[in-house]
């Protein structure tokens, strides 16, 4: 991809004379153009406006990003189909004040406008349902549009960028994909980007580049069948290459199989539900996952409030060390139960984690780790919930007959001797199919297929913490001296009051780039000669 330069607020461009020699600034550089990188940059701002008093702030920001997002990302970037949706409400995502709920009614002309005049079905849908909602203003239960949330993010980071710039810091944004970091002399950085002939030198880095991707497994990568969620999801047309795909094959064989269950795969299964075009030309959808079910979307249970008596039990008992697997064994037969009395997680999440969060602070540290190493991910399973739309669509497709759950583990994909693909199960059976959609998540930084992070493990200035989801990070969220990590990349910490089992939640990474802004502000308003050598 070629790299490119937008100057934010005016400067000198990567490679020209001038650029990054200005030793009395302060070089700051932000890997990833998501809510994460972006959120720091924010509360960065805001510190360095308070405590200006008149004072210009010699510090230059360089924003670096594949495609050159500014705020959005890959999840909520700016060519995304409007069909998408959040999997999470408004009133969530708003939890500890990011602003979102002020800025939907301040610019609501602007994106309610935006997705009347798309033509997408599936959009157009969604606005007929939420209409009266829209009207008169009431947002904090929907699931919006991932490109709504993306605007917010975008408008955020013109708005920061403007207060930087008015505190004196030089604002750019360098779109190219950064593929290397190495230490350099006077314990600054060298930031190797694609498209840009000169690296970038940054005396402080914040890695945040969103969520990773693992590669397809061997031999299945180029098969037209194989998804990604990207692949399948991010993409306008995506599901008429589906439907062209499935109308190869002979009636009665035309299966697709997706693997996981979680947020991915639900939206994958909506994708394919609404999708005129394939399902002319569906026979079945099979979704293969440890836990057999998805998602919950919508509240169907009884209007008495639940109780959770195991997870309750655990503290009032006090019988024995309070463990991670008993936590869990508790939180699996609250719902369990919840679910045998005709309620969804929909209903009784906010009672059960509340439950749950209580039980965890009781853990010792060590068990604390357990779960953020181990058990996290029995949570996830049984916590998972999706939106409303997305949970319908797959009721739709079950209801046709064309949905089927097989709880399962996945043993390997390789291409078949008819042109499919197969899945191998890991009971032996095996599982072809026209189309198979990988939404297994992501397990391992050290196999991950962005090139800094790969590049920054094997260099070993970065390193895997202990359940290899994330980094090893110090008490200020550093992988290194002057190296933040912020965003999905700080899964597995688990330390002092830090228990992450996963980051991709707004409000936490809202929270917590808060932190990380802190430690570079105290860091940028030393006197900037020697920062490197106080690092």
């Not at 200006?52 to 705020?71: F, K, P």
């Not at 029995?378 to 759950?405: E, F, I, K, N, V």
Request: hydrophobic share 40%; glycine share 12%.
């Amino acid at each position: 991809m070629d790299g490119g330069v937008r100057m934010a607020h005016g400067s000198t461009v990567p490679g020209e004379s001038g650029y990054g020699r200005d030793r009395l600034r302060t070089r700051l550089v932000v890997i990833g153009g998501g809510p994460s990188g972006v959120s720091v940059l924010a509360h960065l701002a805001e510190q360095l406006a308070a405590a200006r008093h008149g004072r210009t702030t010699a510090v230059e920001v360089t924003l670096v990003d594949r495609t050159g997002e500014t705020g959005g990302g890959d999840g909520f970037g700016i060519g995304i189909p409007q069909a998408l949706l959040l999997n999470d409400s408004v009133a969530t995502i708003d939890a500890t004040g990011i602003g979102f709920t002020a800025w939907l009614h301040e610019h609501q002309t602007r994106w309610v406008g935006r997705l009347a005049d798309d033509t997408d079905p599936r959009v157009r849908t969604w606005l007929a349902e939420h209409r009266t909602d829209l009207d008169l203003g009431r947002f904090g239960h929907l699931f919006l549009p991932r490109r709504v949330f993306g605007d917010f993010m975008r408008d955020r980071f013109e708005r920061t960028a403007r207060r930087l710039t008015a505190c004196g810091v030089v604002v750019r944004v360098v779109r190219g994909e950064a593929r290397s970091v190495l230490p350099d002399a006077g314990h600054s950085f060298r930031v190797a980007v694609s498209g840009i002939a000169e690296p970038l030198t940054a005396d402080l880095i914040v890695l945040a580049p969103g969520c990773l991707d693992t590669g397809a497994p061997p031999g299945v990568g180029a098969h037209p069948g194989y998804y990604t969620h990207g692949r399948a999801c991010g993409r306008p047309d995506s599901d008429a290459a589906m439907a062209r795909l499935l109308a190869g094959r002979p009636v009665g064989c035309r299966r697709m199989v997706v693997l996981g269950s979680a947020a991915a795969a639900s939206e994958v299964i909506a994708v394919v539900a609404a999708s005129p075009a394939v399902a002319q030309v569906l026979d079945e959808v099979m979704v293969v996952s440890t836990s057999g079910r998805l998602p919950d979307g919508q509240p169907t249970g009884p209007d008495a409030p639940f109780t959770c008596r195991s997870l309750m039990g655990l503290r009032r008992d006090g019988a024995g060390e309070l463990t991670s697997a008993r936590l869990v064994d508790a939180l699996r037969a609250d719902v369990e139960r919840s679910r045998a009395q005709a309620y969804t997680i929909v209903d009784v999440e906010r009672a059960v984690a509340a439950e749950f969060t209580a039980s965890f602070r009781l853990l010792t540290p060590a068990q604390k780790r357990r779960f953020v190493d181990v058990h996290y991910a029995d949570y996830q399973r049984l916590m998972r919930h999706t939106s409303p739309p997305y949970a319908s669509a797959a009721a739709r497709l079950a209801a046709s007959g064309r949905l089927r759950l097989v709880r399962a583990r996945v043993a390997g994909i390789d291409p078949a001797s008819s042109g499919e693909l197969a899945v191998r199960l890991s009971d032996g059976a095996r599982l072809t199919a026209t189309a198979v959609f990988d939404c297994r998540g992501f397990a391992d930084v050290g196999q991950t297929i962005n090139p800094l992070v790969r590049d920054m493990v094997a260099s070993g200035l970065a390193r895997p913490n202990r359940s290899r989801r994330g980094l090893v990070v110090d008490e200020h969220l550093q992988a290194a001296p002057g190296l933040f990590v912020m965003g999905p990349l700080l899964a597995g910490t688990s330390q002092g009051d830090d228990h992450i089992w996963s980051l991709k939640n707004v409000a936490r990474i809202h929270v917590l780039a808060a932190r990380v802004a802190a430690g570079l502000f105290d860091l940028l308003t030393q006197d900037t000669v020697g920062i490197g050598e106080r690092r």
